[in-house]
């Protein structure tokens, strides 16, 4: 029996059962098993608050030439309460062009391929109508962990990229263990939801005028997820090269 005040193996198990870890242990596990190399417990400096904080996974993929470094830089969110529905509309012609997150210096060449981009790394088909915002539905209070996912993985990329010594590129993704749907209106303006097991959102961040990529993927999808990022980042660095970026990178940084 254990000493008075003491927490017994079944409350631990217990406690652990309302956490994320087994979600982050499972994502890591995924991207390591398509050759990226996977870290857990990594921080950065929040570049909008100034404070430290940690980032639940960072994959690196091992490619076979590229101009930069590139990561997915991984929020997991498990436990939450309502569905997270991700709202997609039609939109002029040119917002469904984004730009990747990345160091300074690429920065410039990117905005320049950024039609490019939109077709070779698509979740969706590159096509009307886009996904552009996301929110946590029947909940019963104010705040919105969807939201706020979206939020916590576009500052984690940004502050993960604040130390990088070399050309990087990260992409934000979102886990999720909850049930995840899109949202378009008819004609006739009745709503249309449809059950995904991932989508990308074109999201534009607060304080940012171009829209940037964050990938919300369920649990159940994020092996299948892990194994397209792999192509399409090689498929990725091979056009940026093509298109004139030099060949710079040969080891991953993670």
């Known amino acids: 029996m254990p000493a008075k005040g003491h927490r017994t193996v079944e409350e631990i198990e217990a ?8 979600l982050e242990h499972e ?3 995924a991207f390591r098993r398509l050759g990226f190399v996977a870290s857990q417990g990594r921080t950065h400096l929040d570049p909008t608050t100034q404070k430290v904080r940690e980032i639940d996974v960072v994959a690196e993929v091992v490619l076979t030439r590229s101009p930069a470094h590139i990561y997915a830089v991984i929020e997991c969110k498990a436990g939450a309460i309502g569905a997270w529905v991700i709202r997609k509309s039609l939109l002029p012609w040119n917002e ?3 730009i990747p997150i990345s160091t300074d210096g690429l920065a410039a060449p990117l905005h320049e391929q950024r039609a490019l981009i939109a077709h070779i790394l698509p979740v969706d088909p590159p096509s009307n109508p886009i996904a552009f915002s996301i929110v946590e539905a029947v909940t019963n209070g104010d705040r919105d962990a969807a939201y706020g996912a979206l939020s916590q993985a576009t500052s984690a990329a940004r502050g993960w990229l604040q130390r990088a010594a070399t050309p990087s590129i990260a992409l934000p993704v979102v886990v999720v263990d909850t049930p995840l749907f899109t949202l378009t209106y008819d004609a006739t303006g009745k709503p249309q939801l449809a059950e995904m097991d991932r989508a990308r959102v074109l999201w534009t961040e607060p304080g940012q005028g171009l829209r940037t990529a964050v990938d919300v993927v369920r649990r159940s999808a994020v092996l299948e997820h892990a194994k397209d990022l792999r192509f399409r980042f090689q498929w990725l660095a091979d056009k940026l090269i093509e298109h004139g970026l030099p060949e710079a990178v040969s080891s991953t940084e993670v």
């Open 15 to 22: 406690w652990l059962a309302h956490q994320g870890y087994g």
């Open 27 to 29: 994502t890591a596990e």
């Open 96 to 98: 469904d062009l984004w």
